[in-house]
Nanobody, 123 residues
Framework: QVQLVESGGGLVQAGNSLRLSCAASGRTFSTTAMGWFRQAPGKEREFVAAIEWSTSTIYYADSVKGRFTLSADSAQITVDLQMNSLKPEDTAVYYC????????????????WGRGTQVTVSS
């Protein structure tokens, strides 16, 4: 079992920044990837960014490339998401997630999920 706790959500104006943090605990040794998904009202959950631990490769959704930066600490098992130049369309509940799959995926099928943190970007 892996527990994930997100923090850092809030309300910001478009163009501003926000930093999300996620801390993992439990059987984290079995995870192969960790990152962030988001879900807006009436929309499907979508991939934002994640790190593949074995290669330290970071993947970003096209919609956030150049604006969001993921940073990870494998020792502390934390993953942060620095979100810059926020847009109203970034408004969503952001979920931290960790996967046990041997193959990296951007599909919202990860093994473990946090409860989510609301990010609201006003225009």
């Amino acid at each position: 079992q892996v527990q994930l706790v997100e923090s850092g959500g809030g309300l910001v104006q478009a163009g501003n920044s926000l930093r999300l943090s996620c801390a993992a605990s439990g059987r984290t040794f079995s995870t192969t990837a960790m990152g962030w998904f988001r879900q807006a009202p009436g929309k499907e959950r979508e991939f934002v960014a994640a790190i593949e631990w074995s290669t330290s490769t970071i993947y970003y959704a096209d919609s956030v490339k150049g604006r969001f930066t993921l940073s990870a600490d494998s020792a502390q098992i934390t993953v942060d998401l620095q979100m810059n130049s926020l847009k109203p369309e970034d408004t969503a509940v952001y979920y931290c997630a960790a996967d046990r799959s041997s193959v990296f995926t951007t599909s919202p099928s990860y093994s473990f999920w946090g409860r989510g943190t609301q990010v609201t970007v006003s225009s």
